[in-house]
């Protein structure tokens, strides 16, 4: 007798797991981790974040958050500041190494994605639709991080 059908959180946690691990096998050639990348290009999207801003926008838990933003700092990839706009606030930027590096690490990304995209055999409308549709059901930070379609 078959077993059931596999749920779609099923399908979609098994994906999202060989995505990451593929993607940080590509990442590593530039000694940068998933999380660390996605933490860059957040960044890159504001400037200065408050740690607490960074954590809602990459959904990364507060303390694992904090090593990876001093690892970055260490490699000279962000930096703190106090915030312009509140200074009881420290801001969290990408620095001007950081930048050179995410540059990079796109570049990485979107090729794994066209690699990705071009293995599910699909037309690109579908693929479009489905990662439209994906979108939906992201938190509403992360909306604003989808490509456009």
Known sequence: MPGPEPRLVDLLT??????WRELGERLAEENVGVEQWRVLRAL???EGMSMRELAERVQVPAPSLTRLVDSLVDQARVYRRQSVHDGRRIDVHLSATGRELLDRLEAIAAAHERQVTASLGRPNGEVTATVAALARLSPPLLLSAQPDS
């Open 14 to 19: 098994a994906a999202q797991r060989v995505l």
């Open 44 to 46: 890159a999207e504001a």
